[in-house]
């Protein structure tokens, strides 16, 4: 079976939070992605119905040790949202497939048991998960708004920024997906902006350099005709690549406006910090 495997990945932290916290999550986040988007992973996990609450339990449970049971239990909630789109995409077009297991510190993943069967449908799947994940993230500011509770501006930049995160396009990631679909050279200019980072010095955790290497991978194979999908299962419409990139575009720009504006109100741990003591 195929794997459609989606990462948690956010460098904030919850509220109250040290700077020690923050950075093993950011290093736990970024490790999900190399781990959760390898194909094999879980390939052999039998699932069952059972098995997305027992492991959404579990992953709340690991998670409220790093960041309190308020946060970690919003952080698996935005997680299913995400996982919930690519499943409702799953089911419109009747592609088979296992229920959605998380795995505390390595991520989500739905195993399917056919590939779609062209790269519209798999760009339209891999949209679903970011598109419904922003609603949610979305939700959250706005219950923060009516509320002026600081978690919830704080799962809601953690909602932006996981589903911003799995719109880069690189790889098997969603954005990698999507771009995949629209012409094989996005994915290398995907892992060209993720080299600039690196240059520029934006990113310095290792992990992100793996990850950039298995996106190099796959972007390449795709580039050199070496992808296993079956024969024309990239040739789609003109009309549905220039739908597919409208709507990408688009929910990155609204992704942005969203956590540009969340920012305005969330407060840093350390001014959190400074409130409850009432120091300076």
Request: hydrophobic fraction near 45%.
């Amino acid at each position: 079976p195929s794997l459609i495997v989606r990462p948690y990945s956010s460098g904030r932290r919850g509220p109250g939070q040290g700077r020690d916290v923050g950075r093993m999550a950011s290093l736990f986040a970024a490790g999900t992605v190399l781990m959760g988007k390898t194909k094999w992973i879980l390939a052999g996990l039998k699932l069952t119905k059972m098995m997305p609450l027992v492991s959404m339990v579990g992953t709340s449970v690991a998670y409220s040790f790093f960041f309190g049971w308020p946060y970690a239990v919003g952080m698996v909630g935005l997680t299913f949202v995400h996982e919930t789109g690519h499943a409702v995409a799953l089911r419109y077009y009747n592609i088979p497939f296992n229920p959605m297991v998380m795995v505390p510190f390595m991520g989500a993943v739905i195993v399917t048991k056919e590939l779609p069967r062209n790269a519209w449908q798999d760009a339209v799947v891999a949209y679903g998960g970011p598109a419904l994940g922003s609603a949610g993230a979305l939700g959250c500011a706005a219950a923060a708004a009516a509320t002026d509770s600081q978690l919830l501006y704080a799962l809601a930049d953690f909602g932006y920024m996981i589903n911003l995160f799995n719109l880069l396009p690189i790889g098997s990631m969603d954005g990698g997906r999507i771009a995949g679909a629209v012409h094989p050279s996005l994915g290398a200019l995907g892992v060209l902006a993720g080299g600039g980072l690196i240059y520029a010095g934006a990113v310095h955790n290792p992990i992100f350099y793996l990850i950039l290497g298995t996106g190099a991978y796959s972007s390449g194979r795709r580039l050199l005709g070496y992808e296993d999908e079956v024969p024309g299962y990239y040739s789609i419409s003109t009309g549905q690549k220039v739908k597919i990139s409208a709507a990408y575009v688009g929910l990155v720009a609204a992704l942005l406006v969203g956590m540009s504006q969340n920012n305005k109100k969330r407060k840093t741990p350390r001014q959190l910090e400074r409130g409850y003591y009432g120091g300076g």
